[in-house]
């Protein structure tokens, strides 16, 4: 009989090992890799601005016009920056006008701003008035602007500008002839004296130099054209200057508008950053719709028509970018879902070479995504495969090299949830996305773990900093009486007053390699880990160097999931090899959750902590293996009996109170037996959101019960088994079973039900 | 715009120091029938110009601008189509929403500079759009219906607009609810006036009317003060409106212009309120079958009764009041008869 029970058991704890959730073939990173933001023209920190090519080319213009020694961001600074008040003191100062403050100043500006030096310098008054001037049309337009104002023809604003018109009038020279133009145009503008725009421009116009400062002229022009009435003029402007805002204006919808620049002008500058913010709406817009089950349709069409358009122009004659075209077209396709269309005419562009260099990177990124995504690239080519990914990581590493010559300030370059580098997104989502799916689905689930590791640590191994991996907390022997038991409250303040620091590990227990290994079982961890100790081929090599192979967290993984799957013996065997103070990195053991005993017979009543929590997992591995020698093979059955139970008692709570056993974090789903509709509350929640391991861990729960019940009829003393029912809380089992036993005397004096229970257990017989 | 600010208000202060020297200053008030102008566009019909000069109207509240928003800014100002009467006195007045003074979590000093400058935009504002119309101003009037989380930011408003005006020689008046009375000597303003009319929540379905009613006034009139230190004038109304709700009772909106003796669009069911018969649009807004409109008017006989009760209170009334007419509009005036307007004038 109790050969067959113990057959039974063993054949039961062996089916549980098959009965583990395996999640390989389905696996998905636990996030949208959407928001590893991919569609670029230019990269991610270039602002978009439409006057950014007029603010620079007008820059230039005062370097030609002034000296070419004199720094851009200078000029830059004094002519845009700069105030009326400002350039008044440098007049001042240069007539022999200033006071002390107004002479400290200026020499101040001087010292700080080349321009100012060569104005005061070379005594340009010409350059000088012309700034002046300049900066009262600003500011008097400006306070224009201003909501409070009240617009009357007599008031000082108007007054004002008005004189700037006579002034511009008055001008004679050359060497700014196009600048008072430009004056006298916005001036006029303001003043809503539009016919007289048109005349300025009918006669100035011919005569100005087809530079930026013509084409900001125009665009007044075109404004007053369309105040007198006359469209046509106003919308030939327009579009040869991609003002596509302005075009709106004579009663185009932007998409319209968009298609009559493209046409009229394909090549207009207006057109890269456009079109990147476009893309930039769409990506994130397509996430958040994944992300959180948005309505997604309204930029579906509008990522239709910009499709149509791209494709049209990538294929236009005129075009001499069709690189870009292409791209935005293929991105469309992507966020369409026709990431094979995408594909295909991107292959197509790839010959023609941007003079955006960025752009021409950008493709070739997203070639690989796409060819990854759609056609199974890694596994179908690995060694192209290999190449493109190898190139990833060099302009990662050129992306990154400017930014990692301070070394004390790296760890500043870690997000820990995402990166912000293009590079380093491109590779974690091409991986994440794409190769580590095809892999699993191929079989090759060590391919896939290689792939995760190296998504998810190259970029930490390039920023070398041990901070990542080992966070700082103080000595273990101060923290140690801390995390040896239940914190109270005084202890939490005593640790505050005393400083003592426990920092958390972002990167290694949540990552996507860590939640990929942490769902497979331990013999495909331990082949990984295997493989990557003695990797044969390039490739292997290759992906090995790009991971993270500490012995101590590989180990220490395998090890708790041998403990998981009740394999005590395998998990010594590698528990033994971790380092004793491994376990003090974990954040498990930061959180203050490595002192429970897992062989405590009630923990649903109070925690009892470890008589020392040094090693705690191989401590209770070695004691679980140690008692399955004794169920199975100690000669006393009530030696056997009571291993049994605590052979139960330690599966049950290693799954549960004692989770840091055999998990890494204590998730929300986890129940811990509390009473009545809250534990069915949590249960309920558990089995909705981790149905596999929820059923897992109810098996093993449910088994360790049939353990403790197959246990008992083991016992041949008396005095064991009723203190082991005793222990259990099972007291009725004493009343009908061994009442006259120590426990069931001393019972009977203490419990108050003890005369229910007996009574119960009279009428049982 | 700061940087003009500054030296236009000095210019300001100038022409109307001047001006003012030359004009009697800051006076008495005479007592005069007076009316609010309160459309987004001056354009006066010839019916309401005869109107003025019929009832010897000698002063016209007339809106500039709201004030709304924080960072506050001017809105809905007001287009002059004509010019403004030189035989009227004409007080620009400004309605302050209660936006500009939302700022709670601002240091006191913070709030100081910003109600200072507040102040000092709003006065330059109105005295230059004065200038433009070509008029000269003895008193301008602060309209909002503060609260007491609002009324330290728009009391101090006031008080810095107040020190600017006085140095020009002209006045500041407020606007008084019924709600209000109680707090008559706090206030930093020379007049006030208080409004006679929006007595009752008009989104609320059970009032019958939320223009005026005696028995809404009768209660506030416990707080008036034994002793009135602020110099008062009466606004009375002359306005009607529909107060639009949906058949679940709820409000949706005002209806100016709704022809309600339209049998085929409205049916009368009690006390003023009208049921839609069938969906149409009144203004732009969908109205639906079912939906409610309570139309109501400004009766000469509770404006009356208002008026009598108002005027038997002594302490309300100072030596010198006016009584104004809320507000210039021919469709509303000509609901009332010429007997009727001058009796509500008299006083």
């Not at chain 2, 709600?179 to 007595?199: E, F, S």
Request: include cysteine; hydrophobic fraction near 35%; aromatic fraction near 14%.
């Amino acid at each position: 009989m109790k050969l067959r029970i113990f057959t039974a058991i063993s054949g039961l704890l062996f089916c549980l090992l098959f009965a583990l959730p395996v999640a390989e073939a389905c696996w998905h990173p636990g996030f949208s890799t959407r928001e590893l933001w991919l569609y670029r023209i230019f990269p991610y920190d270039t602002p978009i601005d439409y006057n950014g090519d007029e603010t620079q080319s007008n820059c230039q213009l005062w370097q030609q016009q002034t000296s070419s020694d004199i720094p851009l961001e200078h000029v830059k600074s004094a002519v845009y920056q700069y105030s009326y008040q400002q350039w008044k003191w440098v007049e001042n100062y240069l007539i022999g006008k200033s006071d002390i403050f107004t002479t400290d100043t200026v020499r101040k500006l001087m010292g700080n701003n080349a321009f100012v030096k060569y104005i005061v310098l070379k005594n340009d008054t010409e350059a000088l008035d012309f700034l002046l001037l300049a900066k009262r049309v600003e500011e008097t337009r400006a306070a224009m602007r201003d909501p409070w104002y009240y617009p009357y023809e007599q008031d000082a604003e108007h007054a004002t500008l008005r004189e700037v018109v006579r002034q511009c009038e008055a001008y004679q020279g050359s060497r700014f002839k196009s600048r008072y133009a430009l004056q006298a145009m916005r001036t006029l503008f303001s003043l809503k004296q539009f016919d007289q725009c048109v005349q300025l421009w009918e006669s100035v116009g011919p005569t100005l130099s087809q530079d930026v400062l013509y084409g900001q002229i125009e665009n007044y022009v075109g404004g007053a054209y369309f105040r007198q009435g006359n469209k046509e003029k106003a919308l030939d402007i327009f579009t040869r200057n991609g003002d596509v805002p302005s075009i709106q204006m004579l009663g185009y919808n932007y998409q319209a508008a968009f298609e009559l620049l493209f046409e009229k002008n394909p090549n207009s500058s207006y057109f890269p950053d456009m079109l990147q913010t476009f893309i930039d709406s769409y990506e994130y817009h397509f996430w958040y719709a994944e992300a959180y089950g948005a309505d997604g349709d309204k930029y579906e069409k509008q990522a239709t028509w910009l499709n149509q358009v791209a494709l049209k122009a990538a294929a236009d004659p005129r075009v001499n970018d069709p690189l870009m075209w292409a791209y935005v077209a293929s991105c469309t396709y992507d966020f369409l879902g026709k990431s094979e269309d995408g594909l295909t005419i991107l292959q197509q562009n790839l010959h023609h070479v941007s003079s955006n260099d960025f752009l021409n990177n950008s493709a070739r990124v997203f070639r690989i995504y796409l060819q990854t995504k759609t056609t199974r690239y890694n596994t179908a080519e690995p060694d192209r495969f290999l190449t493109d990914m190898k190139w990833i990581d060099q302009q990662l590493k050129s992306e990154m090299a400017p930014l990692l010559s301070d070394t004390s300030q790296r760890l500043k370059y870690y997000h820990f949830s995402s990166s912000q580098y293009f590079f380093s997104n491109a590779w974690r989502r091409i991986l994440l996305e794409c190769a580590i799916p095809n892999a699993l689905a191929a079989g090759d689930t060590t391919l896939a773990i290689s792939y995760a590791n190296a998504a998810e640590n190259l970029f930490v191994n390039l920023l070398n900093d041990e901070e990542i991996h080992h966070p700082q907390m103080s000595p273990i022997e101060e923290v140690a009486p801390y995390l040896a038991g239940p914190r109270t409250d005084e202890q939490w303040a005593e640790m505050v007053e005393k400083n003592i620091q426990i920092h958390y590990n972002y990167h290694d227990y949540s990552n996507q390699m860590f939640n990929l290994v942490d769902s497979l079982q331990t013999s495909t961890i331990i082949r990984y880990w295997e493989a990557v100790q003695s990797p044969h081929t390039p490739a292997e090599r290759y992906w090995t160097q790009c991971s993270y192979l500490d012995a101590d967290y590989w180990q220490d993984i395998i090890g708790t999931h041998a403990l998981r799957e009740l394999n005590y013996p395998l998990a010594v065997t590698y528990l033994s090899k971790v380092s004793s103070d491994y376990q003090y990195r974990t954040n498990v053991y930061r959180d203050n959750c490595m002192w429970r005993n897992p062989f405590h017979y009630n923990p649903k009543y109070n925690l009892q902590p470890i008589d020392d929590n040094r090693d705690y997992k191989l401590t209770f591995a070695q004691d679980m293996a140690g008692l399955e020698q004794k169920m199975n093979h100690s000669s006393d059955p009530n030696v056997r009996a009571r291993s049994m139970i605590l052979y139960a008692l330690g599966m049950k709570n290693s799954m549960n109170w004692c989770w840091a056993l055999t998990y890494y974090s204590k998730t929300s789903y986890q129940w811990l037996w509390i009473d009545g509709e809250e534990e069915e509350e949590y249960k309920k929640y558990f089995e909705m959101y981790a149905p596999a391991e929820a059923k897992y861990r109810t098996q093993v729960w449910n088994q360790a019960d049939s353990l403790i019940q197959a246990a008992f009829p083991l016992f041949t003393d008396p005095e064991q088994a009723a203190m082991e029912y005793s222990k259990l809380a099972m007291v009725w089992k004493v009343a009908e079973l061994y009442p006259d036993t120590e426990t069931g005397r001393w019972l009977s004096r203490h419990c108050d039900q003890w005369e229910d229970y007996v009574k119960a257990a009279k009428r049982k017989k | 715009m700061k940087r003009y600010q500054g030296p236009f208000l000095c210019l300001i202060l100038l022409f109307f120091g001047i001006v003012n020297a030359y004009s009697q200053g800051r006076e008495e008030k005479e007592a005069v029938n007076a009316i609010y102008h309160w459309k987004t566009t001056f354009n006066p019909s010839k019916e309401e110009w005869k109107f003025l000069n019929d009832n010897a109207v000698k002063r016209m509240y007339v809106r500039f601008f709201d004030v709304d928003n924080d960072p506050a800014e001017p809105v809905a100002t007001t287009i002059f189509k004509q010019n403004l009467p030189q035989d009227i006195e004409i007080i620009p007045t400004t309605f302050i929403t209660l936006e500009p003074f939302w700022y709670y979590w601002i240091s006191d000093s913070a709030r100081e500079c910003r109600n200072h400058d507040l102040a000092n935009k709003i006065v330059t504002r109105l005295l230059k759009m004065a200038q433009v119309q070509n008029i000269v101003v003895k008193e301008v009037q602060f309209d909002c219906d503060w609260t007491a989380s609002t009324e330290d930011d728009f009391f101090q408003t006031c008080t810095f607009a107040r020190d600017t005006l006085h140095m020009l020689g002209i006045d500041l008046s407020v606007t008084i609810r019924l709600h209000q009375l109680g707090m008559l000597k706090n206030i930093p303003a020379d007049r006030g006036v208080l409004m006679l009319y929006n007595t009752s929540n008009l989104k609320n379905y059970s009032v019958s009317n939320s223009i005026l009613s005696y028995n809404a006034v009768k209660q506030y009139l416990s707080r008036v003060p034994k002793e009135c230190v602020l110099d008062l004038d009466f606004a009375y109304p002359t306005y009607s409106w529909g107060i639009w709700f949906n058949s679940w009772q709820d409000f949706n909106g005002i209806l100016h212009k709704v022809d309600i003796t339209n049998s085929a669009l409205y049916q009368w069911k009690q006390d003023g309120c009208y049921e839609v018969l069938k969906d149409h649009k009144v203004e732009g807004r969908q109205l639906e079958k079912g939906d409610i409109i309570r139309w109501e008017v400004s009766e000469y006989e509770e404006v009356m009764k208002v008026k009598n009760a108002i005027e038997s209170y002594p302490s309300l009334k100072g030596s010198r009041y006016s009584v104004i007419l809320y507000h210039l509009d021919f469709n509303n005036l000509s609901k009332f008869s010429q007997d009727e307007i001058k009796n509500i004038y008299r006083h």
